[in-house]
């Protein structure tokens, strides 16, 4: 399994191995918690084929070019572009990667902590005897609160500095295998318990039966919401943990005998698997409870315990679960620290152990600001904005697609074709349609499609 050491690269053990660090990486908080409130905020089931289509046709392959430039070049993310082309700009990718990894774990730090004071109740039987308004009430004022949600987000982060220091393949990922298919396991019994609550019907035709209006509006002319296609395309990248290196990091840790196109495929249709059944699970919920679909970030922990309290042996699969979140959020956690730790430990020769120290205590600091902003203390950007959301906009919409912009446009136009080719076949063949469609996408798709839809919304914004 991993071994993040510079002087001797590890490598992963297996290709099971790296399949399990990277669906570990992409399945967490972004499944469970993000996919259904901003799918609840963007009107559901439209939003949903949207997603799908980033998924397939513009995700899948930016984590592939991910996985050859980590390979090829065995470095983190700012190294592979500083050896790839020497004296060109193209390591500002590696930069930008950084300061996405900043962002997200700061507000993912936030949601992490929320989650551990969440298993915290399961355990004292917190949910027990309430109705839905008092469920919401608590939440309330447990996410307004200060000390409390602030002690959980450092709790969180000093667990994921913890497993970093030590070096994954000793501590989580042994344990990662067997509990995130346990995961799947309960998420499927949620599921169908909340299906089979009266009035769940509601929760999903909201998800699965597509309502373009949201999207289109037909006046005089057809006006588009491309806000919404660039939250779709935002939450995808966030979901498959790619556009900021990780899967550049994690690729350099793989074997080169490895299949790079299958583990790609695998690793994001389970991760596209799994946060559909997060919205199986949440949206009968939540109209059964009469929670509105667009609540915002806490859509999750609010519509969440009433299901529980639905259940038989509700105690219990609520311990599971939330414990089993837990896990999911550290496994993703880590590998959005580990970008930054393998960055400044090649790059500035650091030790791991500084290395992690320095960049999880900035993050930190960042993530505190992050907890604070349903406080009395936090910072806001006019009426609506808080610290939060700017840091998840500016990292979702913004860092992550514009990246994985860069890195395909990279490896489309600027490396050698037959070097990617190599990486991709590791040395061997491949289909022919394959590396074509791939060819495609990378050249022409993608980098128009992602460029059209942010000078659409540059436009919009004058
Ligand atoms: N994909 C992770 C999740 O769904 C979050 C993440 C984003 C991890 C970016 C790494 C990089 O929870």
Redesign the pocket.
Known sequence: MASFNTSNRGTFGSRFGFIAAAAG???????IW?FPYVTGENGGGAFLLIYLFFILVIGIPVMLSELVIGRKTLQNPFGAFKTLKPNQPWFLIGVMGILAAFF?LAF?GAVGGWTMEYLFQSVQNGFAGKTPEQLGESWDNFQSGTWRPVMWQLIFMIVTMYIVLSGVEKGIEKYARILMPLLLVIIIIISIRSITLPGAGKGLAFLFKPDFSKIFARGETLTVNYKIILEALGQAF????IG?G?LITYGSYMKKSSKLGSSALIVSLTDTFIAILAGVAIFPAVFAFGIAPGEGQDLVFKALPNIFLQMKGGYIFALLFFMLLTVA?LT?SI??LEVVVATFIEQFKLSRKKATLIAGSLISVLGVLCVLSWSDYAIKFGEELHFFGLLEIIATKFFLPLGGLAIVAFLGWFHKKNSTLEELSNNGTIRVWFFKIYLFIIRYLAPIAISALFVKIIIDLF
């Open positions: 990486s992409a399945i967490g908080l972004g499944n993000r997200i993912y966030f979901s498959l943990s900021m990780t959020a993703s590998s959005v």
